[in-house]
């Protein structure tokens, strides 16, 4: 879970995930040194959520820089599979995410062995925040039909961030080469693993708007979403869906 100024959402949520009924889950937030504390405030939550016999169910990483969401993610998510993880679920700090679905998902990928679960804003049965209006709704199907298009990959939410990984699929794309600041990430790794094979599933969700605080989608975010699908894409001749199998929805 990376963070950057969310002092005002991080409590509740790890409070929803610290009370789910998964007992070997654990939460690693990846803090870009938030000016509004949220870095010290994890570290209580670090402390006050502490299993039976002490050990932590919480940690943190503290970064020294704001450095970009996607590079916040690759390092958490690299921590977390050398720390000995079995999956590693990516989730934003905000609320928009459904913790309630984490289980499902889990179910999802050891019943069918994907390597990947998309929680998926745009499948039959996933739906978006009626604090979105119109405009927004649009521009997201359009970001996501863009993406897609250029990249060949059969998916109805590759811009999503609510994704439950297998440690073997990490190991299998290499964090270390994934190369997004910003928002692309989610489109990069899902590229990435359509090019190693890693069998993927789509499943629906349900996106809340962030009531506390701003989003960090700003201009340079924006310009690299539109330039990285093509950066991604250009290598490679014919879609991947069809050389990797198509992903599984």
């Known amino acids: 879970m990376p ?3 969310e002092a005002g959402n991080l409590p509740t949520v790890a409070g929803l995930l610290m ?11 990846v803090d870009d040194s938030s000016p509004d504390g949220t870095g010290r405030i994890a570290e209580e939550l670090a402390e006050k959520f502490k299993a039976e016999d ?3 169910r919480i940690s943190v990483m503290h970064r020294t820089a704001k450095d970009g969401l996607g590079r916040a993610y690759a390092a958490g998510m690299s921590k977390a ?7 590693v679920l990516q989730m934003d700090a905000d ?11 889990l179910g999802v990928a050891l019943s069918t062995g994907s390597g990947v679960v998309i929680g998926s804003r745009y499948v039959p049965g996933g739906t978006l925040s009626d ?21 060949g990959a059969r998916l109805r939410d590759i811009t999503g961030g609510f994704n439950l990984w297998s440690a073997a699929a990490l190991r299998a794309i290499d964090l270390g080469s994934v190369g997004s600041v910003g928002y692309s990430f989610q489109v990069e790794m899902k590229y990435a693993a359509l090019r190693c094979g890693v069998p993927m599933v789509e499943v629906p969700i349900h ?12 201009l340079a975010v924006q310009v ?9 894409r250009w290598p490679v001749a014919r879609p991947l869906a069809s050389r990797a199998g198509g992903p599984h929805r």
């Open 3 to 5: 963070t950057y100024n």
């Open 19 to 29: 009370g789910l009924d998964l007992p070997g889950m654990r939460l690693l937030v």
């Open 54 to 56: 002490g050990s932590a």
């Open 81 to 87: 599979v050398e720390d000995g993880a079995q999956f």
């Open 95 to 105: 609320g928009s995410h459904p913790a309630d679905k984490i289980a499902g998902m």
């Open 131 to 151: 604090a979105w209006g119109a405009h927004r709704k649009v521009l997201s199907r359009l970001a996501n039909t863009y993406a897609s298009t250029v990249l």
């Open 207 to 218: 996106f809340e708007d962030r009531t506390v605080g701003r989003s960090k989608m700003d």
């Open 224 to 232: 690299e979403s539109v330039v990285m699908p093509w950066k991604l």
